[in-house]
């Protein structure tokens, strides 16, 4: 008999984890705001994003909703962001949003009332299998490119919309989009396997324990440090629960 975490517990788990991915891709961007090689066009997006997580401590998942809508209706008027790793974390938090309420249908106040529980799962599902295509396709792109590679891969599509920009402007923009680009090859893994364990939670809902668990195995080897995915592999194979220990709750590697 497969035994079952609580609803709250789980959706616990999937908020926890949508926070953790977009607390690393914030703090890049908070670190860079002010820096003028920013894409100005996108700036009003990354600025929204601050309200994120204080909304999801709330348990206001309407507007959590509203809020990816509006940052991705920004991103979407560029075509250098319309598959870009961005999108993929929107995608995975809205995931997140859907299958918390899901999850949990009988004990949170869901602002989508007329979606029963099954749907709300289906949504998440939605969600989620977008993000692991954008996340799959944008590696495809990116990785295993040097920083010249990666310029003339990016600069076509990057420099629409910026018609009226400088050229020295639109190097400088371009230039640390190369940088930004660099840096979510190395993290894009980990937000990978955060959505395949988000896929594998739905699988596991669905009763279908084999793909669940594929899924779980596929989370882990992207990340071997996510431990929520191995815990749910650990606990649909019967095996004894894995837990941090001082020195990893005390200096966790990046991306816990």
Excluded at 54 to 70: G, K, M, P, Q, Y
């Amino acid at each position: 008999m497969i035994l079952a975490t609580s609803k709250p517990a789980r959706a616990l788990i999937l908020v926890m984890m949508a926070l953790v991915v977009t607390t690393i891709l914030f703090a890049l961007w908070y670190y860079r705001r002010e820096n003028l090689s920013v894409d100005p066009r996108v700036v009003p997006a990354r600025k929204l994003y601050e309200g994120y997580n204080a909304l999801t401590r709330e348990n206001d998942f309407a507007a959590v909703i509203r809020l990816l809508d509006s940052i991705d209706n920004i991103y979407s008027r560029y075509p250098h962001y319309h598959h870009s790793f961005e999108t993929g974390v929107l995608e995975n938090n809205r995931a997140a949003v859907y299958l918390t309420l899901g999850l949990s249908y009988d004990s949170l106040s869901s602002p989508f009332h007329h979606l029963d529980q099954d749907s709300l799962i289906s949504l998440g599902e939605s969600a989620v299998r977008n993000s692991i295509h954008i996340y799959e396709k944008w590696m495809d792109e990116y990785s295993g490119k040097n920083a010249a590679e990666i310029r003339e891969q990016a600069q076509r599509a990057f420099l629409v919309g910026l018609k009226y920009r400088t050229t020295e402007e639109k190097d400088r923009f371009l230039d640390g989009r190369v940088e930004e680009i660099q840096a979510a090859v190395q993290e894009t893994p980990r937000r990978l396997s955060v959505s395949y364990t988000n896929l594998g939670i739905v699988y596991r809902y669905r009763e279908d324990y084999q793909s669940a668990a594929a899924c779980y195995q596929k989370a882990v080897d992207l990340w071997e440090d996510n431990l929520t995915a191995e815990n749910n592999l650990n606990l649909l194979l019967g095996r004894p629960m894995k837990k941090r220990n001082f020195i990893q709750k005390m200096f966790p590697k990046s991306g816990d």
